[in-house]
């Protein structure tokens, strides 16, 4: 069964910096987009990242310039390196796999990121 799981979340204080990180048994991670959501209490789940699976990455224009993305296929793995971190950024960071050939997306359960002094 498909699974996916985030980790890295924690408490940080304003412009400190947490890699998170979401590790997907899915067969066909390598071929597919990766993409990283957050959901800030009583706020929709909003889109933070992409990183598509010939490598494009793109970011909300909230995080450009403080948080990156990348990918470990051969680990079926993605991070996300967020820096200069804000009290707005935090929320619960969701990973998603998604596998555009059959239009199915992985969710894992969330990592929460408290940005606070």
């Known amino acids: 069964q498909a699974q996916v799981v985030e980790s890295g979340g924690g408490l940080v204080q304003p412009g400190g910096s947490l890699r998170l990180s979401c590790v997907a048994s899915?067969?066909?991670?390598?071929?597919?987009?990766v993409f990283w959501y957050r959901q800030a209490p009583g706020r929709q789940r909003e889109f933070v990242a992409l990183?598509?699976?010939?490598?494009?990455?793109r970011f909300a224009d909230s995080v450009l310039g403080r948080f990156t993305i990348s990918r470990d296929n051969a680990k079926n793995t993605a991070f996300l390196q967020m820096d200069s971190l804000k009290p707005d950024d935090t929320a619960v960071y969701y990973c998603?796999?998604?596998?555009?050939?059959?239009?199915?997306?992985?969710w894992g359960q969330g990592t929460r990121v408290t940005v606070s002094s």
């Open positions: 998603q796999s998604y596998d555009r050939a059959d239009r199915r997306a992985y």
């Open positions: 990183m598509s699976s010939d490598g494009i990455a």
């Open positions: 899915v067969s066909t991670f390598s071929i597919n987009d």
